[in-house]
Nanobody
């Protein structure tokens, strides 16, 4: 099982980034997917979540209206479109796959996002 995040980097406040998470080794379409982030000295927090069928999504209040989660099951890839970025969005962003009823959960290695002028 692998989850490989990409797309992080340094961006100015107000800018945009698109994160990707390439999945392999499991049946991607059967898993709910989410993005978490962890800033220095803080706990890991849920940023965005999407159901296995892609119909329902949810977001942390701090990113609602600015971030958008999506998935492409044909490519086994999860995305996070981030707009109007703020310095408080600076963190390592992690991809997560979960089948709660089976107790299965996988994590990626993370990608750094830094928002700074």
């Amino acid at each position: 099982v692998q989850l490989v995040e990409s797309g992080g980097g340094l961006v100015q406040p107000g800018g945009s980034l698109r994160l990707s998470c390439a999945a392999s080794g499991f049946t991607f379409g059967r898993y709910a997917m989410s993005w978490y982030r962890q800033a220095p000295g803080k706990e890991r927090e849920l940023v965005a979540w999407i159901t296995s069928d892609g119909i329902n999504t949810d977001y942390a209040d701090s990113v609602k209206g600015r971030f958008s989660i999506s998935r492409n099951d044909a490519r086994s890839t999860l995305y996070l479109e981030m707009n109007s970025l703020k310095p408080d969005d600076t963190a390592v962003y992690y991809c997560n796959a979960e089948r709660r009823l089976l107790g299965l959960r996988y994590w990626g290695q993370g990608t750094q996002v830094t928002v700074s002028s």
